[in-house]
């Protein structure tokens, strides 16, 4: 549809209830954004310092946030409840509420990837850098090409993330494990002139949207179809699946527990659920991301998989130990 307006796409009115502090936070964040974005517009040869904070803290909030996201959380506790037999009315959860909670996710996690690496993709190519209802893209090319943790999800303190937001149909913000990843860049700046890595960062767009994908030029629409033609099919028919343990041995103080399908469930029995997020693979990642022969990676073996530096020092009953990509 040309010209149509976005305001409420993304988010609706009262949004995350009527609390007034949450509302100037939420509007300082955006002007805070906007202010950046600007700047960057007039000067789009370096990434500074206060501009990179400003964006990585907004990729976050835009992460969490967006009601795609909390509808896909909605989602997820709904088919708990079904699972574990809730009678209507118990453990219900709306998309409010969903919303509210990622907030108060972002105020405990905003500092999470600050050991991240950023930069901006300056867009020399005809091909415009495309948005969507969900435009804060969290993704994994290492863990999705070399998956040494199936059935396991990946998220903000996983090895090798990767984080992208779209800024205009010329600049693009991205943020990358810099232990696993190595991007060329000069002073925070990359340079993308082929129109296949373009189109390898909007295919994320088109495989993470809930409905919508939106681009400056209606001119661009008949290529869009194209390229939307081409990733269609990996778009996940699902976007999480629920995992049903059932206890089945003690062995020296430690309890196992077998994933068994749900139909199979013994209801006397102790049982654990676990959601795995589902994660689209694009097909084609940009040339400028490229994993490093020598990176490192951290784990303890448990169902953390694998996990940043940073991430270490958080107590848990196994030591990490680092391996190679």
Known sequence: ????????????????GKNERLEKAIQLIESGYSQALRDLIQNNRTLTESNKIVFKTFWLFQHLR?????????????????????????????????????????????HEIDDLKFCIIKNKTKVPFITSDNPAVLTNKWRLGKDRAPGHSFGIGSAGMLALLPLTPKLLFLGYDGDVYSVPKERGVVMMKSDRDVIALNRHQFLQCAANV??????????????????????????????????????????????????????????????????????????QIRIRQNGSVYTNGTGMGYVRLSRTSEATRREFWKERT
């Open 66 to 110: 967006t009601e795609t996201a909390a509808m896909r959380t909605v989602q997820m506790v709904e088919t708990i409840r079904t699972l574990t037999d809730l009678p209507p009315g118990k453990f219900t959860f709306g998309i409010k509420e969903a919303v509210q909670m990622a907030c108060m996710t972002f105020a405990e996690s905003m």
């Open 214 to 287: 939106y681009v400056h030029e209606a001119s661009h629409e008949e290529a869009l179809i194209k390229h939307y033609s081409e990733i269609e099919s990996a778009r996940p028919k699902v976007r999480h699946i629920a995992h049903y343990a059932q206890i089945g041995s003690t062995v020296g103080g430690y309890t196992r527990y077998v994933i068994i399908p749900t139909e199979e469930r013994d209801k006397t029995k102790e049982a654990i659920m676990h959601s795995q997020v589902i994660h689209p693979h694009p097909g084609i990642w940009p040339s």
């Open 1 to 16: 549809m040309q010209n149509a307006p976005v305001k409420n796409q993304c988010s609706k009115d009262y949004f995350y």
